[in-house]
T-cell receptor
Framework: AQSVSQHNHHVILSEAASLELGCNYSYGGTVNLFWYVQYPGQHLQLLLKYFSGDPLVKGIKGFEAEFIKSKFSFNLRKPSVQWSDTAEYFCAALKGGSARQLTFGSGTQLTVLP | DTGVSQDPRHKITKRGQNVTFRCDPISEHNRLYWYRQTLGQGPEFLTYFQNEAQLEKSRLLSDRFSAERPKGSFSTLEIQRTEQGDSAMYLC??????????????FGPGTRLTVL
């Protein structure tokens, strides 16, 4: 069965630090990949997505992610975090073809200290 | 902003009672999904509709759970004879049925269910 792993459960950074959150998926075929963010008290919002083409994708609020097929990874990065980036971040995968269900990782709670 | 809406936002019930949740997708979206999220976990897929047809069901969806989307617009998720293990956040998402947007799901705020 397809699975998505996020190895960092809680990350604490100071403002202006660089961020990298790990995400690995298990499915070997065509896959669409997503990062969602959930700010405190708010619903899940799409941060960025990868379907095909350039493996480096840019999302909102200065976030980017790199798809590395050989490593089955889709890590999220931001060069300089802000206090307002404090949130829970979820990586998700959608198997290509007819499958429609998103498979989510368990999430990474990011706390940015002012 | 006409995003995905869910009602109620919170529901507290006693074990054994039935509960029903409603989801209104983004108006032009014909795909609708239900997920369940428990504390410390990511959302888990429950079921999916294209228009009024329920096309996929997870094994997590026991026979106490039923979902409908009678007119291809809003959807309801009913849980019969609730158990304490049903306590979770129930999330609804919707997506378009064309192009790259086919695979992008937009989520509602969720209904938090507490079973006492």
């Amino acid at each position: 069965a397809q699975s998505v792993s996020q190895h960092n459960h809680h990350v604490i950074l100071s403002e202006a630090a660089s961020l990298e959150l790990g995400c690995n998926y298990s499915y070997g075929g065509t896959v669409n990949l997503f990062w969602y963010v959930q700010y405190p008290g708010q619903h899940l919002q799409l941060l960025l997505k990868y379907f095909s083409g350039d493996p480096l994708v840019k999302g909102i609020k200065g976030f980017e992610a790199e798809f590395i097929k050989s490593k089955f990874s889709f890590n999220l990065r931001k060069p300089s975090v802000q206090w307002s980036d404090t949130a829970e971040y979820f990586c998700a995968a959608l198997k290509g073809g007819s499958a429609r269900q998103l498979t989510f990782g368990s999430g990474t709670q990011l706390t940015v200290l002012p | 902003d006409t995003g995905v809406s869910q009602d109620p936002r919170h529901k507290i019930t006693k074990r054994g009672q039935n509960v029903t949740f409603r989801c209104d997708p983004i108006s032009e979206h014909n795909r609708l999904y239900w997920y369940r999220q428990t504390l410390g976990q990511g959302p888990e897929f429950l079921t999916y509709f294209q228009n009024e047809a329920q096309l996929e069901k997870s094994r997590l969806l026991s026979d106490r759970f039923s979902a409908e989307r009678p007119k291809g617009s809003f959807s309801t998720l009913e849980i019969q004879r609730t158990e304490q293990g049903d306590s979770a956040m129930y999330l609804c998402a919707s997506s378009l049925n064309s192009g790259g947007a086919l695979y992008t799901q937009y989520f509602g705020p969720g209904t938090r269910l507490t079973v006492l």
